[in-house]
């Protein structure tokens, strides 16, 4: 264990921009946490902290500098990996009729992402297995993701809607990143203690110039780990994939099809949700045209089209598919649940529809019907 | 008789029929045979009588004002006419055989005394009728949807 | 942290390869239903030709992409597809001609079980235009006819006029090692063949009840009340598969738009055991 100070968290995204990354990492815009690029200390929401509960989310200012003293915002990394757009490819038409193809997007760039949460850390590696651990490839996320320089923020203070702890992906990382922070901030301290999770984090680290942790600042940064899970605002059901499974047909679901508004944002915002839909995007002349890929919600009536109409007519359909395969069906598919806990879906549902209280109540239904 | 046995023991719908009931059956049983266009049921006729088709095709027939509408055909292996079982006896379409026809005809009025006397027997063929009539039930409710026209699919399934 | 998996997809999986209309074959009076056999243009590779049961992904340039099962396989490698005009991409290529060039991606999807098949009576119900997904079955069985037990082919189209591949229908009627029983929902004046639903074409037998399979393709609705027939008379539900239809646009896994329960029909399917379906057909909108 090494500590670095605050200050060295700017030395760190400079460094790494002189490395040849595209540093990105979070910032405060428009009232939330956003992820964009930064360019040093200066862009990161020093001081800033954030409320979340169901259809619930502001920004407070905190009485302290902590670089990391927020939960997470409405953005997550997926849209660095998978973009909410991207042409697949270009094509254009030949005298003779039939058509050249090339690639839509140019090589992207290299990456380094700051701040990671453990949550985001196992989303990554849940759509790691979509992506990367079928049959097939995606070609464009494998380009994406095959470069990217992580570095983690263990979560401190986790919000009124996480529930990392339950789904034991959080709140402390356990792997996946190239360098790990733990940030210890209050009246009398603020320092950060960094751990290497690879051969490529530890020679990054090395040239920040840690000094070895103190055993007092070992254990502050222990006690942040330990007090993390405790201030978590919620917790799944140990048993979701079970109860879901046996839950296909339940009253519940039509009851939260009355309040759920259809309107996706669950899906925006989760980092795993992996739905895409490729448009045709042809220019006037009929000669070039592209094919466009964008995020798709299993909410829209649309993703489940079929010739004589939408499969999954009904809103309680569809939030059944949606729970039920982040749940359920994502074990049987990827071998791991959809869901790393990180509450944004309860945040940002205009109506704060809670994906642990549903849970809990089609569950306490079954027990009373079997 | 013998051979009429041999007949009914290879047709699906007699398969787990105790023997003493197939013997009864066959006892019951003439080969017949009929000339297509030959009309097997008459709407609103009493009948006394099913058939087991062996051979050709034989249509029910519903009357409309154009004319006759066939709206199932029935061919070898199908067994034709319940109304014996149930009062008034009386059929409810017409049957016409639409080619030449050769068929095992029963008399169902002896057969019907038969199952009074044999509850057993009476069960198992009321068993196997009701199966019958459940199975052309289904048949009609699945053309009532006109399942091939309601968007369908652009390859198949 | 960076993954080891390098970007090995190889572009015929994701791109739609350039491939030529050859031939057009409109099946019924109202041009509804057509059929194309493509093969590759110059210099592009055919790659592997599909089994019966998969799926091409076709694309019309500038239009857009659909999945539509192979329906047959000419002996030199020509590809043929079966469509319906029923969609906006599927309307777009009803008008194109023999020369034309469309996009084509695949093969995707599972197939039928036909080496299962092997040594067994062989059932093969097909309602409307889910016969051109099973064709190929025929094609095959009558290829190497000796594999086989009975081969019975339950076949039902809502009219006459709606019936595809005449010609072939014709020619398999006339076979004595073909036992085709063919049945429309609503008779005409002129038609002297069956009148009701496919089922009841499976509910007079003619095929060994222990050891038969068999394969349906159709409308749910029909795929469920003929796998009833099918076990009403005697045959295992396991021995039963089924072709499902849904929203597949990627075919490898990756669109999410596709799933029954936590089957990828793209990637798990299309064609699947009945058993594995079952709850498809009976919870609604799954």
């Known amino acids: 264990m090494h500590v670095i100070a605050p200050q060295a968290v700017d030395t760190l995204i400079r460094l790494l921009a002189g490395d040849g990354y595209e540093v990105v990492g979070p910032t405060r815009r428009d009232g939330a946490i956003v992820y964009d690029r930064v360019q040093g200390l200066d862009d990161l929401p020093v001081g800033w902290g954030d409320e979340h509960a169901p259809g619930h989310y502001r920004l407070r200012e905190r009485d302290d500098a902590a670089l990391f003293g927020y939960v997470v915002g409405p953005h997550s990394w997926k849209k660095y990996l998978f973009p909410p757009q991207e042409t697949l490819f270009r094509l254009t038409r030949q005298p003779d009729g039939s058509f050249v193809t090339e690639p839509g997007e140019p090589a992207p760039p290299r990456r380094a992402f700051i701040g990671m949460r453990a949550c985001e850390l196992a989303a990554i590696a849940v759509q790691d297995r979509v992506f990367l651990g079928q049959a097939v490839q995606d070609r464009g996320y494998a380009a994406r993701r095959q470069d990217v320089f992580m570095v983690a923020a263990h979560c401190a203070e986790p919000g009124g809607t996480c529930f990392c702890a339950s789904m034991d992906t959080g709140p402390r990382a356990r792997e996946g990143f190239d360098l790990a922070l733990t940030e210890v901030v209050d009246a009398t301290q603020h320092f950060l203690v960094a751990e290497a999770g690879s051969e490529a984090g530890r020679a990054v680290l090395d040239r920040l110039e840690p000094r070895p942790a103190t055993d007092a600042e070992h254990a502050a940064a222990e006690r942040v780990w330990a007090e993390a899970p405790e201030k978590m605002g919620r917790q799944m059901p140990a048993d979701a994939r079970e109860v879901l499974n046996r839950a296909f047909e339940h009253p519940r679901w039509e009851e939260t099809a009355e309040r759920c508004l259809s309107c996706s944002n669950c899906t925006l915002v989760c980092p795993t949700c992996f739905c895409s839909q490729v448009e045709e995007v042809p220019d006037l002349e009929g000669q070039r045209t592209e094919r466009v890929r964008r995020w798709d919600s299993c909410f829209n009536q649309e993703h489940s089209h079929l010739v004589g109409g939408a499969h999954r007519d009904s809103v309680a359909a569809r939030y059944r598919q949606w729970i039920t395969h982040k749940l359920a069906t994502w074990h049987d598919q990827f071998d791991t649940s959809g869901c790393v806990g990180c509450g944004r879906c309860i945040t940002w549902c205009p109506v704060g529809i809670d994906i642990t209280e549903e849970v809990t109540a089609v569950r306490r239904d079954a027990e009373g019907q079997r | 008789m013998k051979e009429l046995l041999a007949i009914l023991e290879q047709q699906p719908f007699f398969e787990d029929f105790d023997p003493k009931h197939l013997r009864l059956l066959a006892a019951c049983a003439a080969e017949r045979s009929y000339e297509s266009g030959a009309r097997l049921m008459r709407d609103h006729e009493p009948t006394e009588t099913f058939w087991l088709i062996r051979e050709g095709q034989v249509a029910l027939e519903g009357r409309v004002r154009e004319g006759n509408v066939p709206f199932m055909t029935l061919g070898p292996g199908d067994i034709l006419g319940w109304s014996w079982l149930l009062p008034p006896y009386r059929a409810s379409y017409d049957a016409r055989a639409t080619t030449d026809l050769h068929t095992l005809r029963f008399d169902a009025g002896v057969l019907r005394e038969r199952m009074e006397a044999d509850p057993a027997l009476g069960y198992t063929l009321m068993k196997h009728f009701a199966a019958l009539i459940v199975q052309r039930l289904q048949a009609a409710r699945l053309q009532a949807l006109d399942i091939y026209s309601h968007g369908g699919s652009e390859h198949g399934h | ?286």
């Open chain 3, 1 to 286: 942290m960076a993954t080891d998996a390098a970007a090995t997809l190889p572009d015929q999986v994701m791109a739609p390869q350039p491939w030529r209309i050859y031939s057009v074959h409109r099946d019924v009076a109202s041009n509804e239903v057509f059929s194309w056999e493509l093969r590759p243009a110059p210099g592009v590779e055919p790659g592997t030709l599909p089994a019966p049961g998969q799926f091409n992904m076709l694309y019309l340039f500038g239009v857009g992409e659909v999945p539509i099962s192979v329906s047959a396989i000419t002996d030199d490698g020509g590809i043929v597809h079966t469509i319906r005009a029923v969609g906006s991409v599927t309307r777009a290529m009803q008008d194109l001609e023999a020369g034309a060039v469309v996009g084509l991606r695949g093969p995707f999807g599972t197939a039928w079980p036909l080496e299962q098949a092997r040594g067994r009576d062989l059932v093969l119900v097909a309602g409307g235009i889910g016969l051109a997904p099973l064709r190929p079955v025929i094609h095959a069985a009558l290829e190497r006819r000796a594999d086989f037990g009975r081969v019975v082919v339950c076949y039902g189209a809502r009219a006459p006029g709606d019936m595809i591949f005449r010609d072939e229908l014709d020619a398999w009627a006339a076979r004595d090692d073909l036992d085709l029983r063919v049945t429309v929902d609503r008779g005409t004046a002129a038609w002297r063949g069956d009148v009701g639903v496919v089922t009841q074409l499976i509910d007079r037998g003619g095929f060994d009840r222990r050891n038969t399979l068999a394969m349906v393709c159709g409308p749910e609705v029909m795929m469920r009340f003929a796998a009833s027939s099918l076990e009403r008379r005697g045959v295992k539900p396991e021995d039963i598969f089924v072709s499902m239809e849904r929203n597949m646009r990627c075919a490898v896994g990756f669109c999410g738009h596709c799933q029954i329960g936590a089957h990828f029909v793209c990637r798990d399917g299309p064609v699947f055991p009945y058993p594995v379906m079952e709850p498809a057909f009976r919870i609604r909108e799954l």
